[in-house]
Structure formats: C-alpha cells, structure tokens
C-alpha cells in the first residue's frame, strides 16, 4: 500500500500526517519569544503587540502565532484576557521545568535564587533516592553508579568537562536506582540545570581528594545496602555542594 507524504493527506492508517515544516516553524517562533522574555527583552508585566504586527514581526500566520501563545499560556508565562490582550506574567508563574524555559533561562544567566531553590530541590530528593538506591539498586544500576565514579576519579580536576558530566552520571545512576519513576522524572526535567550547576560549583574551592571522598562515601553505603548511611552521606554531599554554590555566586558577583 502506498504511503502518503505530503502535508493534509493521510497515511496508511487514516492518520493525518505531522505538517513538520509547520511544526518547525512553530517552534521556531516559540523559541524566539521565549528567549525574548526569558532575556527581559519583552519584560514581566507588559502587554504584547497586537497580533497583526506579531504575526508581520515574525512573518508567521495567525494560526501558528495562536498555537505558539496557547503554549505560552500553558506555561505560566502569558494570559490572554479579551480587550485586555495578552499580558507576560511575573516569573514565579512560569514553567522553569519545561525545556525551551531552562534553556533560555541558562541560556541568559540563572540568578542566584535559581541555583539556591535547585540545590534546595535537591537535598529534599537525593538523600531520599539514595536510601532507597541502597535498598532496591540492581547489579547493573550499582555498576552504572560506580561507572560514573570511576570515571570521576578519573578525571583529572574538578574544573573540567569530564568531571561535570561524570558527576551528572553518578547522581542520575542514583535517582534511577532508586525505583522511584517521580524521582527519574524529575531528574530527567533538569538534566540540563544540574550539569550547569555542577560546572558551577566544580569550579569553587573544595579539592579534588575531598569531592572524591564523599562520594565514594556515598557509593559505599549503597553498595553494602546501608539506606540509613546513604542518606546521611547524601546529606553531606549535598551541604558541601550548597556551600560551594553560595562562594561561586559571591564570586561571580560583579
């Protein structure tokens, strides 16, 4: 059976087929605007152009501007009343979790209240996943974790790539042994801020031997199926990590 393959037919299932250039530039619009606002360009609070000059600015038809600006709505980041047009709401409303927002929000600079309520995420949930690693950790997870830690030690500083992707792999090799899908979610949604705040924090004080240290302290306790002292060795790591985010934000303070 023949396949159709343009735009507005159907396959061999009935199915209409996905416009991608449509999708595309969709997309394209959507990143533009989220940049624009994530950058402060078009700031919190006002109101946007109406949308026959949205849509001459960005050369985009009336239907994909609505499509873009529903997806905006659903993020927290606009609302559109009638006579009132569409007004860019504070930032506490947005959606940092959904991608095209943490991008652009790295992309521009995360203040210091985006890394801090990060680390603060992560000492409610890693020393949770890590007790829970350290009961239900499969052979091959443990392997995954140690994995990562070998090639931690491996690395020769701490102010390099290798060990800030090393050091994603050992957490997340945790957050996924620890059987819990909400944790695996969650750390899948912010894979991109947490390498970012590892690169932050590899760069402050703390030596090479010591961030080894800990969490081999941590890779310990999971290994010999001790929840209890996984916990507390998370803990531990995750202090030091705050510690070193609050002196790597005073230092890049202007």
Known sequence: MTVARTAGMVSAKGLPIADSGKRSVREGL???LVDMIVSGEMAEGSILPNEAD??????VSRTTLREAMQYLSALGIVRSRTRAGTTILPRENWNYLDPLVLDATLKFGADEHFYISLIEAR???EPAAAAQAAANATARQLFQISKAFEEMVGANARDTEEWSRADLDFHTAIINASGNWVYRQFATAIRAALLASFRLTNRASQSHEQAISK???VLEAIRMRQPNVARHAMEQLIGVARSEIAEALRDARP
Do not use: I, N, R, S
């Open 123 to 125: 000492q409610l949930l």
């Open 54 to 59: 949205l849509t001459d600015k960005f050369g």
């Open 215 to 217: 969490h081999q302290d």
């Open 30 to 32: 959507l990143q533009q």
